[in-house]
């Protein structure tokens, strides 16, 4: 590749860095992506762990990647489809008693009223609660942060414009939630143990905390935000598996001519006199640019890709105190047939399998859950929620055969005693499938493949740091401004030409391509603004 040099060399394939990558081609820019796997798509991946199964390893639905992207890069006409998750929740007990959480918060109404007649209608206001949150704080999903100084308070005076419709109760609200406990938050609305415990699940997914935990009721509106297929709140199934995510994204990225190269590890971005002008990749070869753009986590971009050396003091301490931290563990099941719950006696598939199936009987079992971790143990009783994608796509399997991808938590990045390589992914594994069992019989019997993906698995495989999937703890103090560090929450960098865009950066994880979007308007704006210093200067 040498004596050619892009516009924009972009560092990461991943879901962000390939929407980031298509939104500068179409902006008239040559773009070039380099990914370190074999695929694009990072986390977003589809793969073949045993013959005829194909495992969405590591993300596995989607909610949060706005109507605005999928239009924009013309996702469906690329292959992108999605089938909405229904129901959103279906909680089983092992005493034979189920929950299910729809869409609809009449239906759901009428499933809460069989625990709790109070609970059934305050659920009808908590929905529009957080529906009206969530929609306030959507609305800065397309922000490009300010950051703290004074020569970004125009900037902050803009932002003004976008909250100019929030009462003074909405922002107290917000503020609430960014700072209170799931468990506190859900005790203001519910009495009866298992709504609550079923609303709480999406409060610590992903997250390194429990719902008792100081702020972590803001995780719950953040899953709250989604969207699919015009189904406000719901989750979705993509066709193909998530593979297929990061495919149609790679494929309009190069429709707009972008250069897609797979395989292509980089080892360290080339600064010089505090400007970056290339990379330089694992087997020598060196890829100039007049701007580049990373996708990989924080912390990776600044110590490795860049290196304290070319940083200023206060950033290294900054990105040395920046939180990644994980209980997540993904176990993907292959299956002889579908569970079917104790309380189930409809077709088959049917509620339990066409959605999201989840053991969360209280808040109680999920601190207990975390109460494990935190002590560096993996969970007795972990939290799971699966999804049977087979029932959608039968020929992700075998004939006949059927898969489940189990999300759980808590299984620390390291344990304290023992270690995952000496049995560790087996017990963690027998435990998520007891606890399914528990509520269907039939469960454990039918498991014939496991895939265990602990913390240290996932940073391994996809980069993603501590194994957290949001490549960052989303607690106050590393969101909007604050991401990744103070002072450069705006997609750039310390060093000239250098741009982040991955879910580190405002305004987080899930597979939302929002951080791609918007560093491209930050890097298009600053393109504009150097041809137009040139020109004057000339």
Known sequence: MSGRTYDVVLVGGGHNGLACASYLARGGLDVIVLEQRSMPGGAAATEQPWPGYSISTA????????????TDLELRRHGYKVSVLEPDYYVPYADGTSMTLWGDSQRTHAEISKFSKADADAYVEFDKYLTHLGGLVHDLLYVIPPNLGVMDIPKWLSLGGKVRKWSGRDAAEVVRLFTVSAADFLDEWFENDRVKGALATQAIIGAWCGPMSPCSAYVLLHHWMGSVEGHEGAWGWVHGGMGAVGQVMADSAKAAGAEIRLDASV???????????????????????????????????????????HLPDQVVRDINRFQSRSGSVKVNLGLSELPKPKAWDGSMPGDPHTGIMSISPSVDYLERAWDDAKYGRMSEHPYVECVFPTVFEPDLAPEGKHIALCFTQFGPFELAEGSWDDGGRDEYARRVISALNDASPNFEAAVEHVEVLTPKDIEDRFGLLGGNIFQGDMNPEQMFSFRPIPGYADYRTPVAGLYMCGSGTHPGGGVMAVPGYNASRVVLRDVRRDKLTRRNRS
């Open 59 to 70: 993300s596995y639905v989607v909610s949060l990647m706005p109507e605005k992207i999928v």
């Open 267 to 309: 080892k360290r971005i080339d600064i010089r006199n505090g400007r970056a002008h290339g990379v330089e990749l694992e087997d020598g070869t060196t890829v100039s640019g007049r701007r580049i753009i990373s996708s990989a986590h924080p912390v990776t971009t600044y110590k490795d890709l860049v290196g304290d050396a």
